[in-house]
């Protein structure tokens, strides 16, 4: 497991982006020239696991779900796209990645525990940047989740940094845009921050950092709304001391959210069909 110190904990404490269960390592790969963005026209079964024999996929659009972790899955917005009739293929970053985002109409990259500047993910990470940036140059929309928003941010011109200090738990977001991203409250779980590509534009910050950004059919955001009561046990359990040292109650956190479970699925929902309304993917408002 990959910590990372973070510099308003107590001496000794580590925080991280949140537990993993594994990950595998990856080149630095300089962000390359990409188009000019244009704005848009218009527990389940197995989060891996291949659609059901005698499923019919012809004539469903078809996602891209790229996860970084076993135990960090599209979850409930991965359920919201199902829901809508998208044929959602999951895969694992370092064991697999697609070359042509052109055979997808939509990708949603998830979190991760390290940071997209990390040496040791270079090598299957390379392959992440290249896919996003070939997405971007054939219009293919992305969201972006935690490392996957910093992952676009990396891939097409921005930057990725230590924040000033960790933001663990759930928090409200101050949003320029509450069509899109609501002000929450959203669950986070990270020691980076995200400078966004010259041409995005920024609609939710906290006062750590960016929290949303949108770029072309694009959308970035810091936060995790597909978190479920699962997730935020199995990462808070794994990381009790640290969560201990840094004065942060993981019974607390696991608590608010089984509690706030129901509404949390409603605001992930919602904010999954803006995201699609916003890359003009959404078929009509009675979806949405």
């Known amino acids: 497991m990959v910590l990372f110190a973070s510099p308003n904990a107590p001496k000794g404490a580590q925080t991280h982006h949140k537990p993993a269960a ?3 390592p990856a080149a630095h790969h300089k962000p390359a020239a990409h188009h000019p963005h244009a704005p848009p026209t218009t527990r389940t079964p ?3 696991a291949p659609p059901e024999p005698g499923t019919d996929t012809m004539g469903r659009m078809r996602m891209l779900g790229i996860v970084h972790e076993q135990d960090s899955a599209c979850e409930m917005l991965g359920d919201r796209a199902r829901e809508l009739g998208w044929d959602l293929e999951e895969i694992v970053a370092s064991e697999a990645m697609p070359t042509d985002a052109g055979a997808y109409d939509a990708l949603m990259i998830m979190g991760a525990s390290p940071s997209v500047n990390d040496d ?4 299957w990470f390379r392959r992440e940047v290249a896919l996003i940036q070939d997405a971007d140059a054939k219009g293919v ?3 972006g989740i935690c490392f996957g928003a910093q992952a676009i941010a990396k891939a097409l011109g921005g930057e990725v940094t230590r924040s000033s ?3 663990i738990g759930w928090f409200d977001v101050e949003t320029d845009d509450p069509d899109v991203v609501p002000s929450g409250p959203w669950f986070e779980w990270h020691v980076d921050c995200i400078t966004p590509p010259p041409a995005a534009n920024v609609i939710a910050r906290s006062k750590v950092c960016v929290q949303a950004y949108t770029l072309g059919p694009h959308l970035g955001v810091q936060f995790h709304p597909e978190v479920t009561p699962f997730n935020v046990t199995e990462w808070s359990t794994a990381e009790t001391h640290t969560l201990k040292q840094l004065g942060i109650s993981g019974e607390a956190m696991i608590e608010q959210t089984v509690r706030t479970h129901s509404e949390a699925r409603e605001r992930a929902n919602r904010f999954f069909d803006r995201f699609l309304q916003h890359a003009g993917l959404a078929a009509d408002d009675s979806r949405v």
Not at 120 to 123: A, D, N, V
């Open 46 to 48: 197995h989060p891996h």
């Open 120 to 123: 040791h993910i270079q090598p």
């Open 141 to 143: 929309p992305i969201l």
């Open 165 to 167: 200090e960790p933001e």
């Open 22 to 24: 594994h990950h595998k």
